[in-house]
């Protein structure tokens, strides 16, 4: 103990300097969102980095169920295409005419090298960044459903928020009514989301199945995201809060794709238009 403060007395100059020039960098940061831009991206940069040389190890030793997952995948894929690409409703799976919209939607494939599922704000990152064309607010999803939304990105890695996030926002739907409202997470289980906002007069049952809505941007209508468990009204007894299980296991997620959807400009200069 002693001679930790000896080490102290006389270092005390150089802690000092230390000290302050390392409040000095995070005030910087804090203020200059050049600055906290480019300290994010070196932080993804390297976190990456680690983080993927672990999850290559962890894939080898996880080929078999990653296997039975695109076996399944491929299976309904067969499935849709000798029923004349009608989607049953027992097949969940993420199937999307984009051609029905007149918007053309390109999807990338990625692998989720981090995953978290028991914060209050959870954070997913992927092995796809900008040399990849990645950019924010693009959708993410798995064969089974949604999955969340970029959020930051670096060269080769990017961040999403997922849906288990507190501050998510996505439009979604009752699919046989096309009833929509916020679906949310209430940091509550990772395998239950709610929707919230749909109104009264919608016919909810339990069992219903709900999707992304389409009224956004960032994600095509029609993508599967869960089925009703149990609902309630608001206090003012005019909405519906609904508890969705999630047809994504969370706690086990490694196969994704990223959706770009290449209109998405244009269609918000239209609805967002700047004075000039």
Same mark, same amino acid.
């Given at each position: 103990?002693?001679?930790?403060? &000896? ?9 000092? =300097? #230390?000290?302050?020039?390392? /409040? ?13 831009? *480019? ?11 680690? =983080? ?5 190890? @962890? ?14 995948? &491929?299976?309904?894929? *067969?499935?849709? /295409?000798? &029923? ?33 599922? @028991? ?11 900008? *040399? ?8 993410? #999803? ?26 998510? *926002? ?7 009514? &096309? ?60 909405? =519906? ?11 086990? /997620?490694?196969?994704? =794709? ?19």
């Amino acid at each position: 103990m002693q001679q930790i403060i &000896n080490f102290l007395i006389r270092n005390k100059t150089f802690l000092l =300097y #230390i000290l302050l020039l390392s /409040i000095s960098l995070v005030f910087t940061i804090q203020s200059h969102s050049y600055h906290k831009s *480019r300290f994010i991206n070196s932080a993804n940069f390297l976190s990456g980095g680690i =983080y993927n040389s672990t999850n290559n190890i @962890s894939e080898y030793f996880n080929l078999k169920t990653q296997n039975t997952i695109l076996q399944e995948e &491929n299976n309904n894929l *067969r499935m849709l /295409i000798h &029923n004349g690409e009608k989607q049953n409703d027992s097949i969940q799976i993420t199937y999307i005419d984009s051609t029905s919209f007149g918007i053309a939607y390109k999807f990338t494939p990625a692998l989720v090298i981090k995953n978290s599922y @028991s914060a209050t704000d959870n954070i997913l990152l992927l092995n796809k960044g900008e *040399r990849d064309s990645i950019k924010e607010d693009f959708g993410v #999803i798995t064969p089974k459903g949604i999955l969340g939304i970029i959020d930051q990105t670096s060269k080769k890695f990017s961040t999403v928020i997922s849906i288990l996030n507190t501050n998510s *926002r996505i439009s979604a739907k009752l699919k046989h009514t &096309n009833h929509f409202g916020s679906l949310i997470w209430n940091g509550k289980s990772p395998y239950t989301v709610q929707l919230k906002e749909i109104p009264k007069i919608a016919p909810v049952t339990q069992g219903d199945t709900i999707t992304t809505s389409g009224l956004s941007a960032i994600f095509p209508k029609g993508i599967p995201i869960g089925t009703v468990t149990d609902f309630s009204l608001d206090n003012a007894e005019n909405y =519906y809060t609904i508890n969705v299980k999630l047809f994504n296991d969370m706690t086990n /997620i490694e196969h994704v =794709y990223i959706i770009e959807n290449k209109d998405k400009n244009e269609i918000n200069n239209l609805l967002n238009p700047t004075d000039e």
